[in-house]
């Protein structure tokens, strides 16, 4: 699986960095306190094997110690301290007590070493280590060899090797949390500045702040400066777009007032449909240019309740002829994060669909679902049956039985939708006739609004 969060990565990359550091340490430290204690006790065994050496004499030609060792440990059977003294001429070993009736001999030893000392069973069932040292003493003319054997109990070289191991065990432990805490805070600090970045970003989208600060450190100034470029580059793009528009618009003004004069001398029937259509591109044209006048910024908080109701009122003298009424509820609180030019160009195809086709009223409402605000447009038209509702919103479709009309108004308004990460749908209408929906993505108010919708009624 691909990690693509750089914090998991980095804490991803510490925790593996910080294992491999501590496992390292682990085995070095480990093994230098083994060696060190087998040290210790290969010194011990070899003061012994010297002390023994020093005391042994030949009586009667026989080995003989002067005196034993003084450490009680040699006294007591498998007191965990041995000795054994063993000639090579054939006869009985020296011993100390703690052997019991055990005999050191080399056959009778592991194969296997265990830090550098040969292992046996010792006489109390139990593994002892051993070091063997050999020496001669001189007996007249005579030169007797011997080995010394000194050995301990396994068990103690282990119980002192497991006193260091366990406290180690727990500071690796504690170095290692503190190791975690300190690259997961470095992590944070370290990207707080993408987090400011991603806050700036939101706030450009959502109309707060037209460029991202300067400042912050030098490895991201070049991400800003590039932003802030494309930013620049969008803004005068739109605008150059908008102002295109906005001419065409102009533009058709005056031929489209020489047609309506010209039309007049055609004949009733033609004439009628002429001026249907001229006054529909009129609208349209007249739309634009609301669209375009209420676009001023690229990305912006859009209130609902305002365009809604500039809408209304460029296309109520249309309506108030055919004596329609309006009704207009929305809370005033509600916005979208979505370009006023685009939000209008929405609703506006929107509703010259709803005005075409509605006989008495046509209501607008407004709702808020989780993160989608929910737009709606209903009439007391003829409606259409459920299942012509996806051709509707394919381009060409709606109006090909009409006199007027293009069939893009209502695929437009789906493509915008769309775009903003929204959707269009139809649905039948409380009046009677057709309802459409347009779900958009949502700026939460900063406050609740006591007003909690608005009614407007037009004429």
Aim: glycine content about 8%; overall charge negative.
């Amino acid at each position: 699986m691909i990690i693509r969060s750089l914090r998991y990565r980095l804490a991803a990359g510490a925790l593996i960095s910080i294992a491999v550091a501590l496992s390292l340490v682990w085995f070095v430290l480990g093994h230098l306190f083994e060696d060190y204690v087998a040290d210790q006790y290969a010194a011990e065994m070899t003061a012994v094997s010297d002390a023994l050496g020093a005391r042994l004499t030949v009586e009667q030609g026989n080995l003989a110690l002067a005196s034993e060792p003084s450490d009680p440990r040699f006294q007591i059977p498998a007191g965990g301290r041995y000795w054994q003294i063993s000639a090579t001429g054939g006869e009985p070993p020296l011993r100390s007590r703690s052997l019991w009736d055990e005999e050191l001999t080399s056959t009778n030893f592991f194969a296997d070493q265990y830090c550098g000392f040969d292992q046996a069973e010792g006489p109390d069932g139990g593994i002892i280590l051993i070091s063997a040292k050999q020496m001669s003493i001189a007996s007249g003319s005579d030169r007797r060899q011997f080995t010394i054997y000194t050995a301990f109990s396994k068990n103690d070289m282990e119980e002192a090797l497991a006193s260091y191991h366990r406290p180690l065990i727990l500071m690796l432990v504690a170095t290692g949390a503190l190791l975690l805490l300190a690259s997961f805070l470095q992590g944070l600090i370290g990207l707080k500045p993408l987090s400011r970045l991603r806050s700036e970003v939101a706030e450009i989208r959502a109309g707060g702040i037209a460029r991202m600060g300067a400042e912050g450190p030098s490895e991201v100034t070049p991400l800003v400066n590039e932003i802030n470029m494309l930013l620049s580059e969008r803004e005068t793009a739109v605008e150059r777009a908008r102002a295109r528009a906005s001419d065409l618009a102009h533009g058709l003004k005056t031929p489209l007032t020489v047609l309506s004069h010209l039309v007049e001398d055609l004949p009733e029937d033609r004439r009628h449909t002429a001026l249907q259509q001229i006054e529909l591109v009129r609208q349209r044209a007249d739309r634009q240019l609301q669209a375009a006048r209420m676009g001023v910024e690229q990305m912006a908080t859009t209130s609902l309740l305002s365009i809604s109701g500039k809408l209304v009122s460029v296309l109520s003298p249309v309506t108030r002829s055919r004596g329609i009424e309006w009704s207009l509820e929305i809370d005033p609180a509600l916005s979208v994060q979505a370009d006023p030019a685009d939000v209008a160009e929405a609703m506006g195809n929107i509703l010259d669909n709803a005005v075409r086709y509605a006989e008495r009223r046509i209501e607008i409402k407004a709702q808020q679902e989780g993160g989608i605000t929910i737009w709606c447009v209903g009439d007391d038209g003829p409606g259409a049956p459920p299942e012509r509702y996806a051709q509707m919103l394919k381009r060409g479709v709606i109006d090909t039985d009409a006199e007027t009309g293009t069939g893009l108004g209502l695929a437009i308004s789906g493509d915008i939708a769309t775009a903003y990460g929204g959707s269009l749908s139809l649905g039948p209408s409380p009046l009677g006739g057709l309802e459409v929906t347009l779900r958009l993505p949502t700026l939460a108010p900063s406050a609740t609004t006591a007003d909690s919708g608005r009614l407007i009624d037009a004429r």
